[in-house]
C-alpha cells in the first residue's frame, strides 16, 4: 500500500489553514459511525500524522462546530482534513509535519519566491 500524501490547502477567508492527507485506498467517510470514525479502521499513516499533530499541541476543529476540537474532517472525495484555526497553529503544524517527514522543506523550483 503507498503511503499517505499531505498537502497544505486554502479554503478562502473563512478556512485558510487546512491540512488535507490522502490515503490511497481509504475514505474515512466509509467508516464513521454516529459521526465519528471507528480508530480500528483508520490507517496507520492518519493515524502516525494525528498523533504528530497532537504532540505539537496543533489544534483543529469542526468547521460545522468550531467549538469542538480534535475532530478530522472526512470529505466525499477521501481526503481528510485537519482545519487549523490560525498562522501560528498553522506554521507549527508545518514544522512538526516537516521534522516527521511528511512534508518537504523544499519548494518546488518553478514557484517564485
Keep these: 500500500m503507498r503511503r499517505a500524501t499531505v498537502r497544505l490547502v486554502n479554503h478562502g477567508e473563512k478556512h485558510p489553514y487546512v491540512i488535507e492527507v490522502t490515503t490511497p485506498g481509504w475514505r474515512g467517510v466509509d467508516h464513521t459511525f454516529g459521526g465519528v470514525v471507528n ?33 478530522m474532517l472526512f470529505m466525499a472525495d477521501g481526503t481528510t482534513e485537519f482545519v487549523l484555526r490560525d498562522a501560528t497553529d498553522f506554521g507549527a503544524a508545518v514544522t512538526a509535519l516537516v521534522r516527521a517527514g511528511w512534508l518537504s522543506p523544499k519548494i518546488p523550483p518553478h514557484l517564485p519566491v
Design 39 to 71: 480508530k480500528q479502521s483508520m490507517p496507520a499513516d492518519l493515524r502516525e500524522i494525528e498523533a504528530v499533530l497532537k504532540k505539537a499541541n496543533i489544534k483543529y476543529y469542526s468547521v460545522s462546530d468550531p467549538n469542538k476540537e480534535g475532530l
